[in-house]
């Protein structure tokens, strides 16, 4: 069976970067060139985003990102699709890579402690060990681990005043072992980071987050309970990161399962039961015809450059 031609590169690192905008250009023109589209993110601490192209175009960009400063070990997540998940190439100056709004938190220097996917379960069947997913409430609907605590966050810049609301609760007085987990990594790592900036030791984190242990730990072993979300047009995956079956809600931007897709409530491109009866007659009606004009599109072959991805393009 010849294999997807497309390779997707889910990929951060968390660096310090004394000059983001005289990396930028160079960084731009070097996706231009590969041919590779998707979106990254620049910021002081480091460099987050998802790209996707041909083996040869994203191996090219990945090599100007290892070569910036302290980004020789890039994390990179990696997938295959039959088609490009973006319309087009950004390359964003931002604050923060991955936005939580706590000043002096520093996952270069105080990240917690990494565990590798194949050691993951047994730290999940040690006793007392409290596991929280760092992600927002519509991303754990979709798949979470058994036990794991839903902090229901919208976004998350709202994990810190949870946390904080919610520490006594959490964690008593017994100082036990915390485990968090992520997407990808990312959300997590800065989350330890912060965490120990509270004064919480044990604090531990899945390497590579949700997509690398879906993709190393046999299906007979995983621990994990559904899908995974992610920030393209694949929507969801599952073991081994093969497409999962969510679709997603092109008029609230929420991920939509099968039994959401067969309620009398969705309707393509339109609403789902999530978001149904909460838009005019009028935006109803530009939904209805956007997906018209995608449906004569995917029958040409073509893409419809109306369609976003997720509200993100990165974990």
Request: hydrophobic share 40%; glycine share 10%.
């Amino acid at each position: 069976m010849t294999p997807p031609p497309v390779r997707v590169a889910a990929l951060y690192r968390f660096a310090t970067f004394d000059d983001c905008a005289a990396l930028r250009e160079p960084l731009q023109a070097a996706c231009e060139q590969a041919g590779v589209r998707g979106t990254l993110l620049l910021a002081p601490e480091g460099i987050n985003g998802t790209i996707a192209g041909t083996e040869r175009g994203v191996e090219d960009v990945l090599n100007h990102l290892r070569a910036l400063p302290g980004c020789a070990d890039l994390d990179v997540k990696e997938a295959a699709a039959d088609v490009v998940p973006f319309h087009r190439m950004k390359v964003r100056l931002k604050r923060e890579i991955v936005t939580l709004g706590e000043a002096g938190v520093d996952p270069v220097r105080d990240a917690g402690l990494y565990v590798e996917p194949q050691d993951w379960n047994a730290l999940l069947a040690e006793p007392g060990v409290v596991v929280i997913d760092t992600r927002n409430a519509y991303e754990v609907k979709v798949g979470s681990f058994a036990g794991a605590v839903d902090p229901g966050t919208v976004s998350f810049g709202e994990f810190p005043a949870w946390f904080r609301a919610n520490r006594n609760a959490l964690l008593g007085q017994s100082a036990p072992k915390v485990a968090m987990f992520c997407t990808g990594g990312i959300r997590c790592e800065k989350a330890t980071a912060f965490l120990k900036a509270e004064g919480v030791e044990k604090v531990h984190h899945l390497k590579g987050g949700i997509l690398r242990y879906l993709e190393t730990v046999a299906p007979e072993d995983s621990l994990w309970q559904g899908e995974c979300f992610v920030f393209d047009q694949r929507v969801a995956v599952g073991q081994g990161l093969a497409p999962g079956t969510h679709g997603l809600c092109h008029a609230c931007r929420m991920p939509v399962s099968v039994e959401d897709q067969a309620s009398p409530l969705f309707e393509a491109g339109v609403q789902c039961p999530a978001c149904a009866g909460a838009r005019e007659v009028e935006q109803r009606a530009r939904y209805a015809e956007r997906q018209r004009q995608m449906e004569i599109a995917g029958a040409r072959g073509r893409d419809h450059i109306g369609v976003r991805p997720p509200a993100k393009a990165f974990d």
